[in-house]
């Protein structure tokens, strides 16, 4: 489960004397700096307990993963294994870290046990064959489930549930996904999922509850033209949404409340950007072998992929050129 990095600051709200009107409270946000020693850029992708965990690049060498402790303010890296040119971290349970990497012949989910150091690969049995379009990810855990998508041979993606210890899987699709663009499923906790499907080219976002199997549409605050939740943890969720020019900016949403805040880093660029999964296949490309970078980058890789106040699929990433900034 990922517990979730933004803790909004309410101000009190204010009687006005005898014609007893109140003052909505103002939320507001402290922002403080996360980077990994002597990295070029550090990427944290989530939070549980307290623990942060996220990707790091270093000045020289490869990309790598890290577990932050909050209460020691210790960094962790972790060691990647050897048929992963990198692994990306998008949730911890307990002991387990969850995420995706290449290995060249395309995307592969994984599990990481923390106190052993021990990856296993997990692949959708549907996935496609095409090593540039198609792979698993696996994109959130809570106790002994998880959750992620798949792309098909056709590049579509489909949102799936599975059960680590059975492997029984559920697939879930949005009923109004259109195709290519498919479902992609982003974080569970409990028995709550969230994701986003793909409308009219535009990025549309929804609650899933497994115990009544019904879809809510979580679509960004007034004026959003596209929203992308991407993690949920109790009853709130964030995400991120963009504006009527293409701004995309943070989110938090309240489930009890029915209530979208909305945030940005000062350090953002205010530049139209569509987040979608163009900051993962830029990564992804950079660190293909060079005999298939040049195709990979022209096929998958926007231009130009700017950095806005982005909360990116499939985990929580505020987007900066040099470091992570997490919300507290």
Not at 30 to 38: I, M, R, V
Not at 98 to 109: E, P, R, T, W
Not at 252 to 279: C, I, K, M, Q
Request: proline share 9%; net charge neutral; aromatic share 10%.
């Amino acid at each position: 489960m990922k517990n979730l990095l933004v803790l909004a600051l309410g101000a009190a709200a204010v009687l006005c004397g005898c014609s007893k009107k109140t003052t909505p409270p103002a939320t507001t946000f402290a922002f403080t700096p996360l980077d990994c020693s002597d990295a070029r850029e550090t990427e944290p992708s989530g939070i549980s307990g307290g623990q942060i965990f996220g990707t790091y690049l270093p000045r020289d060498g490869a990309l790598g993963a890290f577990i932050y402790d909050i209460p020691t303010a210790k960094f962790t890296t972790l060691e990647k294994p050897s048929t992963l040119y990198f692994a990306d971290p998008t949730g911890i349970f307990g002991d387990t870290m969850v995420g995706f990497g290449n290995s060249g012949s395309g995307l592969h989910g994984f599990f990481y046990d923390i106190p052993t150091g021990h990856y296993t690969l997990f692949d959708h049995p549907n996935v496609g064959k095409d090593p540039d379009h198609a792979g698993t990810l696996i994109t959130g855990i809570s106790a002994d489930t998880f959750c992620g998508y798949y792309r098909d041979d056709s590049a579509i993606p489909h949102g799936f549930l599975c059960d680590r210890q059975t492997r029984r899987l559920t697939p879930i699709d949005h009923p109004l996904a259109v195709s290519p663009c498919g479902t992609c499923l982003t974080a569970i906790s409990g028995q709550m999922l969230v994701g986003y499907y793909m409308q009219n080219g535009a990025n549309h976002g929804f609650l899933y509850d497994l115990s009544s199997r019904q879809f809510t549409a979580l679509d960004g605050p007034a004026g959003a033209k596209e929203t992308q939740p991407a993690a949920i943890s109790g009853n709130t969720i964030v995400g991120s949404f963009a504006d009527a020019d293409g701004i995309h900016h943070g989110f938090t949403y309240d489930l009890a409340a029915r209530n979208f805040v909305s945030f940005d880093h000062p350090g953002r660029r205010r530049t139209p950007h569509r987040p979608a999964e163009a900051p993962f296949w830029s990564l992804l490309a950079k660190l293909m072998p060079p005999a298939r970078r040049a195709r990979r980058l022209w096929a998958t890789t926007p231009r130009p992929p700017a950095p806005n106040t982005v909360l990116w699929l499939p985990c929580i990433r505020i987007h900066l050129r040099t470091s992570g900034v997490i919300g507290f």
